[in-house]
Structure formats: structure tokens, C-alpha cells
């Protein structure tokens, strides 16, 4: 009878012992799903992450263009003001120098140097305001010129 008792004794431990495995895969299938739910809602996460960086490299892309453009644009613009720039100190440089021609003129009319009367009609054909004038102005002719 002792043995039938052993056998009694031994049964229930295998059945806490089978109870206990069980509750152990059940804690591990938990886990392992907790897990899986874990990992899942980090991947969404990523995704999420991903998706506004790559919106906020597009913004940043179309702002880089935009800057470009305006770069370009006002580079454009300071090569033309440089140009235009350029033509106006020539110009006050020729200007200047005719300036200096002219009170160099009025300078040896004043001084009592001798004058003809020729000397007025020359300087004025002379003078580079005066071709200035009349490089302006086509001569015109009329039909009525060459009357003989």
C-alpha cells in the first residue's frame, strides 16, 4: 500500500508541474505577442518618422530652389548694374574730358590770343558737342534742294 500511496504522493506534482508549464507557455506566448504588438507599434513609429522627414526634405528642397533662384536673379542683376555702371564712368570720363577741351577753349579765347573771325565757325565745327549735335540729326533733303 505504500507503493499505491508513493504513486498518489507523485501524481499531483506532475499534474502541478504540467499546470506550471502551461502557465509558462502562456506567460511566453504573452510576452512573445506583447512583443510582436511592441515591435509593431515601433515599425508605425519609424514609418511615421520617415514620412515627415521626407515632407521636410521636400520643403527644404523646394526652399533650396527658391533661394537658388534668388541668387541667380540678383547676381543677374548686379552684372547688369555693373555694366551700366561701367558705361556711366565712361561716359563721365569722356564727359570730363570735354569739359576740360571746352575751359581749355575759353580759357586761350579769353586770354587775348588771336582770333579771326574764322576761329568761332571751326571751333564750332571743331567742337565734339557740336558733331555730337549733328551726328544726332539726319540731314534731310528736299526735292526743292537742287533748283537750277
Not at 508541474?17 to 512573445?32: A, I, P, V
Request: proline share 2%.
Amino acid at each position: 500500500m505504500g507503493s499505491c500511496s508513493g504513486n498518489s504522493s507523485g501524481s499531483p506534482q506532475i499534474q502541478n508541474s504540467g499546470s506550471e508549464e502551461d502557465l509558462m507557455d502562456q506567460r511566453k506566448r504573452k510576452r512573445m505577442q506583447s512583443n510582436r504588438e511592441s515591435a509593431r507599434r515601433s515599425r508605425i513609429r519609424k514609418q511615421k518618422h520617415l514620412d515627415e522627414l521626407i515632407v521636410k526634405l521636400a520643403q527644404i528642397q523646394k526652399e533650396n530652389s527658391q533661394i537658388l533662384t534668388s541668387i541667380n536673379i540678383t547676381t543677374q542683376n548686379y552684372m547688369n548694374f555693373e555694366a551700366e555702371n561701367s558705361v556711366l564712368r565712361a561716359q563721365i570720363m569722356e564727359l570730363s574730358q570735354r569739359l576740360q577741351s571746352l575751359n581749355e577753349i575759353i580759357t586761350n579765347a579769353g586770354s587775348g590770343a588771336a582770333a579771326t573771325s574764322n576761329w568761332a565757325e571751326e571751333s564750332f565745327m571743331n567742337s565734339p558737342w557740336n558733331l555730337m549735335y549733328f551726328s544726332q540729326h539726319p540731314i534731310m533733303a528736299s526735292a526743292d534742294a537742287f533748283n537750277y
